[in-house]
């Protein structure tokens, strides 16, 4: 079946540790997209990609960092430098054209402990 | 000013009302527009989209566009508790390369 994938489902972070959270696809779409969302908030894009190999920052980039080796995967590091990481975090796709809608992975909750 | 800005709510309404959710975009060039619901701790799920100028119905919700006013809204006619959840308005930018969301409306419907 097509669908966009993240894993894992559950993730928890020490102070000071580096973690990367998986986004695969297998929709054959171009744009790939990470957002985050804290309990009773909206979705922050944290970075997008539109081509491979290309990625450009969001509203909340400072403490992540992303690769886009294959069209297929848009995997999501959260950083040292991200001080409060705790949340809950979306993947999505979607072609690059006019009138098509994003897909969502299940979403990743990361808990620092 | 945000590309894309909806009232965070909550938006409460008694069940069998209607409820209305409201959606501003600043992107004159935008053509395709698209609600998803947001259950807690689920991922959003498409749940209508409108390219057209007008109204378009699906089942028990309607969703209006008015480009030269810039807005988009979703109506939830006979609401029910199960509709409560955040809805979330998307909107196609950058001449289509990405789709922009707003932060979302919490809507309660209480019995």
């Known amino acids: 079946d097509g669908g966009i994938t993240q894993s894992p489902k559950y993730l928890f972070r020490k102070e000071g540790q580096n973690v990367t959270l998986s986004c695969e696809q297998n929709l054959n779409h171009d744009a790939m997209y990470w957002y985050r969302q804290d309990p009773g908030q909206g979705l922050r894009l944290i970075y997008y990609s539109q081509i491979v190999n290309d990625f450009q920052k969001g509203d909340i980039a400072e403490g992540y960092s992303v690769s886009r080796e294959k069209k297929e995967s848009f995997p999501l590091t959260v950083t040292s430098a991200q001080k409060n990481p705790t949340a809950f975090y979306l993947c999505a796709s979607s072609l690059r054209q006019m009138n098509t809608e994003a897909f969502f992975g299940q979403g990743t909750r990361l808990t620092v402990v | 000013q945000k590309e894309v800005e909806q009232n965070s709510g909550p938006l409460s309404v008694p069940e069998g009302a209607i409820a209305s959710l409201n959606c501003t975009y600043s992107?004159?060039?935008?053509?395709?527009f698209f609600w998803y619901r947001q259950y807690s701790g689920k991922s959003p799920e498409l749940i209508m989209f409108i390219y057209s100028n007008g109204d378009k119905e699906d089942g028990r919700f309607t969703a209006q566009l008015n480009k030269a006013s810039q807005y988009v809204s979703l109506l939830i006619r006979d609401s029910q508790p199960s509709d409560s959840a955040t809805y979330l308005c998307?909107?196609?930018?950058?001449?289509?390369?990405?789709?922009?969301f707003g932060g979302g409306t919490r809507l309660m419907v209480k019995p």
């Open positions: 998307a909107v196609n930018t950058d001449a289509g390369n990405m789709l922009t």
């Open positions: 992107d004159r060039g935008s053509q395709s």
